[in-house]
Each structure stands twice: as structure tokens, then as C-alpha cells.
């Protein structure tokens, strides 16, 4: 029986979360047991409150040396002990002799009340991790971080590879939907662009694989574009497949379309017109339920603009753009309703507030 000792560190104001962790582990270990394998986890709670020779952090230290995988959770602050040890991780990771490092930020929200000069801590540590070129998997609650790192340790020392990920006729139900949620995790979470799944593959995973589990990726990848479209496009960016697979899916579903759409026009590059093309599709498929998707019309505006030559060369639109474009500015309008002119003082409304000047400021309503 091989013996995985996984090592966990955090500041104490994730306790839950780690007691969380522990137990998703203790369920895990039955199920592993039969493949030879079985879990340790080792936190610092674990240790005997007893100073050694060389001082306690130093046994905890010697504890991530020895341990297969080094796991750390942090959210408003990151402690000088906590920060030892992913040091000492990286430091034997970088040498060929440490263990795999994950780092797992709870994505949360937080009172700014609640705040302190501690969360320098966390600043200072997230320009660490960007520096180092290592990027941390967000979570929003105990029950995303169990499931995210349990797709991890199958990655590792399951059959996550390439032949457990092939769909044959044989293959039941249940283990394409395991595969579908795996390869979208890999698409969306991978550490590298090397970790992204195969397009083909994870193209007939999600068209073979149940409604259910569609929504459920479907809910993965929305989130991801939400959390990411402004502040970190690379990541964004790794959605595009994944709602590309759900609209070859189930082409009918005007929310794939809508989410590609978005993710099309908040490219590093922007695709205006394959964006355009997917909005169009989702405001027909949506009809009037106007309150799905209600920044369909908006997008599909800038979108147009985008594509306007003559807004390029600061220029007035022609004829049919400038219809174009004002007619899905007022649907967008009153799609949005009372929220209009909140969205309209938002950055992002800059092209838009432009274009409206350059031709002359028309009436939307």
C-alpha cells in the first residue's frame, strides 16, 4: 500500500476549511485503498506543542520535505509560518526533490471592516506567486474545494490520463459524465497551457455526456468568465472551448451561446465577429425572456461597434451600421432598464459613449 502524505497549510482563519479538508479526505481514502493508495494528511495541529532543537517550525518544515504534496489555502492574510513553508516546498519543488504545491485562494466575501494591516500579507504573497509564475486555483466554498482537489489527486495518482478519458460505446452513463466534468476541469484549471484538454475529446465528452452534467459545466465555466473577463483574460480565455463544446451540444441552449458571445468580445483580441454571431444566435433563442442574458443587446452593441470602419477612423457610422447599432442600443436599454444608466458610467461603456458622440448623440428611447 503506497502511502501519499499531503501536507496543508494556513492561517487560522480557514480552520473550518481545513477541518473541511480532512474529512473530505478520511471519505476519500476507502475509495482509494483498493488502488493501492491511501492519504495522510499532515497539518500543523498534527504536531506535539513542544519545542525540538532546532525550534517547532523546523519540524514543520521537515514535515513538507518529506510530505508528496504540499497544499495551501489563504484568504485575507497569509502568516510568516505559512509562507515558510510554501518557501520550503518551492525551494525542494525547484531542486527535483519537493513535493507537488497547490495553492487554493478562497474566493470570498469579506467585510472591509474586518480588515487589517495583515492583508499586505496577502498582496505581497499573490506577487510572489505571479513572479514565480505559479497561479492559484480560486474556491468560493468548503464543498468547490473538496471537489477541485479530488480532480487533482486523480490527475496525479489516478487514470486521468489520455486512454481513461476515451468514450466508446461500452462506456457507461456515469463514466462519461466523470470524464466530461474532468476534461472541462483540466480545460479550465490546468496550471499551464500544456494542462489544457484535447478539444476533440473534451468536444464528444460534453455531447455524449447528460443535461445534467452539462449545466453543471456550464455553471463551472460561467463562473470562470465572471470572475475573470477583466483581470485576467488568459484565464478567460480558456472558457472558449468549453462553451464552444456546450453550443455543439445542445445548440438549442441560447446561455452557451450568450457566455461564448461574451467571451469572444472580452478576447485580449477581440473576435467582433464571431461574438456578434453568437449574441444574435442567443437573443433568438431566448425570445422574450428578456430577464436571461440581459446583457445580450449591450454586447451585441459593442460588438457592432467593433466592426464599425468608419469608428476606427473616428469617423460617423454609415447608414445601416448607425441603424444597426442604435437599434440594439435601445434594447439594450430597455433590457436593462432602471440599471441603464449605471451601466452606461462604467469603464466599459467608454466605446459606446464615444460612438453615441461621434454620430450625434440619438435619442435611445
Known amino acids: 500500500m503506497q502511502v ?3 501536507f496543508l497549510a494556513s492561517s487560522e482563519e480557514l480552520k473550518d476549511d481545513r477541518r473541511s479538508f480532512e474529512l473530505m479526505l478520511a471519505r476519500l481514502n476507502p ?3 483498493p488502488r493501492g493508495i491511501t492519504f495522510e ?3 500543523w495541529e498534527s ?6 532543537k532546532e525550534g517547532l517550525q523546523k519540524e514543520y518544515d521537515k ?3 518529506e510530505c508528496d504534496v504540499f497544499v495551501m489555502l489563504f484568504f485575507t492574510k497569509v502568516g510568516r509560518y505559512t509562507l515558510e513553508e510554501f518557501e520550503t516546498a518551492f525551494a525542494d519543488l525547484e531542486a527535483g526533490t519537493g513535493p507537488q504545491i497547490y495553492t487554493y485562494f478562497r474566493n470570498d466575501f469579506v467585510l472591509t471592516g474586518d480588515l487589517d494591516e495583515n492583508v499586505k500579507s496577502l498582496l505581497d504573497f499573490k506577487a510572489r506567486l505571479q513572479a514565480l509564475k505559479h497561479y492559484p486555483t480560486y474556491y468560493r466554498n468548503t464543498e468547490d474545494l473538496q471537489w477541485q482537489f479530488s480532480r487533482q489527486l486523480e ?3 489516478g487514470e486521468a490520463g489520455t486512454a481513461s478519458t476515451e468514450i466508446t460505446d461500452a462506456t457507461s452513463q456515469s463514466k462519461i459524465g466523470e470524464i466530461a466534468l474532468l476534461l472541462c476541469y483540466r480545460q479550465l484549471f490546468g496550471d499551464t497551457a500544456g494542462d489544457k484538454a484535447d478539444a476533440t475529446r473534451l468536444s464528444v465528452a460534453v455531447l455524449r455526456a447528460s443535461r445534467q452534467v452539462r449545466t453543471a459545466i456550464f455553471n463551472m465555466a460561467q463562473d470562470v468568465r465572471r470572475e475573470n473577463w477583466l483581470t485576467d483574460k488568459h484565464q478567460m480565455e480558456r472558457t472558449i472551448p468549453v462553451f464552444e463544446a456546450l453550443v455543439r451540444a445542445d445548440p438549442k441552449w441560447h446561455a452557451p451561446h ?5 467571451a469572444l468580445k472580452d478576447r485580449l483580441t477581440p473576435d467582433w465577429q464571431g461574438a456578434l454571431q453568437s449574441l444574435t444566435r442567443a437573443v433568438t433563442l431566448r425570445g422574450d425572456r428578456v430577464e436571461e442574458g440581459r446583457f445580450y443587446q449591450y454586447s451585441r452593441a459593442l460588438c457592432l461597434i467593433g466592426l464599425d470602419p468608419q469608428y476606427a477612423a473616428r469617423q460617423p457610422a454609415d447608414a445601416a451600421t448607425r441603424t444597426a447599432v442604435i437599434e440594439a442600443l435601445r434594447q439594450a436599454r ?3 432598464d432602471a440599471d441603464w444608466e449605471q451601466v452606461m458610467d462604467n469603464p466599459d461603456a467608454t466605446e459606446i459613449r464615444s460612438w453615441l458622440e461621434l454620430n450625434g448623440s440619438p435619442r435611445l428611447r
Do not use: C, H, P, T
Open 31 to 33: 475509495q482509494w485503498r
Open 334 to 336: 430597455r433590457e436593462l
Open 258 to 262: 450568450g457566455n461564448l458571445g461574451y
Open 4 to 6: 501519499k502524505k499531503i
Open 47 to 52: 504536531f506535539v506543542d513542544a519545542m525540538s
Open 41 to 43: 494528511l499532515v497539518v
Open 63 to 65: 514535515a513538507v520535505q
Open 155 to 157: 490527475l496525479l495518482y
